[in-house]
Each structure stands twice: as structure tokens, then as C-alpha cells.
């Protein structure tokens, strides 16, 4: 009996936003291959996010791999535009004494 060989797609789609998530899960690109390279298993980053499968992880990391610069290129072009979002926040809004404010707000609900 001869295997039959077929291509399959990765497993990635871009949202409206230009964010690359896995499958049909709202986990990003960025989450999965953090956890990879921080040591998970495939196994493993599947119990963290029960919404993947299996083959969907080993897929991810298998495009990773083969792709590294292209897929690194595009998580440190999402780090720098996470920044940028975090300094436009912390101008907006002052994140210096938010613990003292919260627990301000709280006391004077009682």
C-alpha cells in the first residue's frame, strides 16, 4: 500500500487587525512561539491553551523553524508596535500611583 503524501496549510490566519493567530483560536503567533522558545513542548503549549490542537502546535513550530527569519522578523515588528501602543497609553494615562488610586476608590465604596 503506497502512503499517500498531501500538503496541508499551516494552520494560521491573519485577523483584521494584521495579527497572525492559530487556526481558528484567538492565540497569537507571538504567544505559541514565545512558549516554544521559552522551553514548552508542543504538549505542553497545548495544555496552556486548550483551545489548539496538537497537530495545529506541531504544525506552528514546523513553519517556525523552516521560516525563522521571516516569522522573527514579523514578532519583533509586533513587540516594537507593542511598545509604541504602551507609551502612547502610559501618556494618556499616568501609570505612576495607580495601586494608591485603586485602593482609594475601594475605600471610599465602603
Known amino acids: 500500500m503506497a502512503l499517500l503524501i498531501e500538503t496541508q496549510p499551516v494552520p494560521l490566519t491573519v485577523d483584521d487587525d494584521g ?19 521559552e522551553g514548552a513542548t508542543a504538549e505542553e503549549i497545548v495544555h496552556q491553551y486548550p483551545s489548539l490542537t496538537l497537530p495545529d502546535v506541531y504544525s506552528v ?5 523552516k521560516n525563522r527569519y ?28 495607580v495601586r494608591e488610586r485603586l485602593l482609594k476608590r475601594q475605600s471610599k465604596a465602603k
Not at 495579527?19 to 505559541?32: F, K, Y
Not at 513550530?61 to 523553524?65: K, N, Q, R, S
Not at 522578523?73 to 505612576?96: F, H, I, T
Open 19 to 37: 495579527v497572525v493567530r492559530v487556526g481558528r483560536t484567538r492565540v497569537t503567533l507571538d504567544t505559541l512561539i514565545d512558549a516554544f522558545q
Open 61 to 65: 513550530i514546523g513553519y517556525y523553524l
Open 70 to 97: 521571516e516569522v522573527d522578523k514579523y514578532l519583533e515588528a509586533r513587540q516594537e508596535q507593542a511598545g509604541e501602543v504602551r507609551e502612547q497609553n502610559e501618556s494618556k494615562y499616568d501609570p505612576g500611583g
